[in-house]
Structures are given as C-alpha cells and as structure tokens.
C-alpha cells in the first residue's frame, strides 16, 4: 500500500549473536529520503556494514500517508536487525518554514520509530558525525564516503544510506 522500502542493499542475513557483537542503526532522517545503515561492532571493534539504504516517499501523496511508510518501513528494519542502539543525526535550520516543518515531522518519525521498539536513541550533530569519522567537523559529504569507503570496503549508492552509515560509526566511537 506503501510501497517498498525504496533503495536498499544488504550484506548478509541478519543473525543474533548477542555475546560477540552489537548492532547500532544509523538514521538520516528525511521527508523524500530517509537514509538508513546497520552496523555490527565485534569484540575486537572490527566494524560490518550489514545493511543499509534508504526509504523513498513520494510527493504526490500526503504528508500524514508519506510519515506512515517512513514508519512502517523503519519497523521493518528494526524488527529484521534487533539493532541495541539507535543514533540519528539533528537536522539543520531550514530557511523555508514549510520544509523546516516537514523535515521535523519526519524527524520525529525517525525518532520515535526505534523507541517504540525499546531501542535506545542518541542524537549527534552534523559536525559531530563529520569529525568522528572524518577527523574534521567541517568534512564534504565526498570525504566522509571516501572514509567509509576505507573502513566497510563498500559503497553505498546514495549519500542518504552513507550518510547514516556515518552516524551509525559515529555512536560507536561516543559509545567506546
């Protein structure tokens, strides 16, 4: 009814093994696009992109149908990944209300969605997101993705999905 999750890749099956490594969901919350990433952190902080993408709503549909689908997609990945912690990245001030309000509700979607499963829910700027992978607050979204490249060996398709890979990393490392 509300579509499919949009563009997704996925690097494994999801498995549950609780004593050796931890799951955290990145989210970059959007409207249009919500960018998501799972990662596993194993005993030894090896870093695994188990997967990531991102969900696509359409302007053409309302506001109220287009938070819906972020939901019900973003449960979706919550029940297939058991993530232990959630992190998300704060928005931005907008100059245009309209937007600015749209991109809080979906926020606020983005938000609630892991909470409601008992995830845990931490949120990071975007500086902050830039200089714990980066080493620069101030980094392009180029060099984040050419980091990520380096630590997972794989691209993500859209700076949404790398995006929350990012900020999925950067709770690990706050976390540590």
Known sequence: MYGSLGCHEFFGEPTLNLTSERRILGLDPGLTYTGWAVISVHHLDRFV???????????????AVRLVHIHDALLRVCQAWSPHAAAIEQIFVNSNPASALKLGLAR?????????????VTEY????????????????????????????????????????????????????
């Open 125 to 176: 700027s975007a500086n902050t997101v830039k200089k714990s992978v980066t080493g620069n607050g101030h980094a392009s979204k180029v060099q984040v993705l050419q980091m990520l490249k380096g630590i997972f060996n794989m691209t993500p398709s859209s700076y949404d999905s790398s995006d929350a890979l990012a900020v999925a990393l950067c709770h690990r490392f706050h976390q540590k």
């Open 108 to 120: 606020g979607v983005v938000l609630m969605t892991p909470a409601s499963c008992g995830i845990p």
């Open 49 to 63: 992109c188990e997967a990531c993408g991102r969900i696509q709503t359409s302007a053409q549909q309302s506001v």
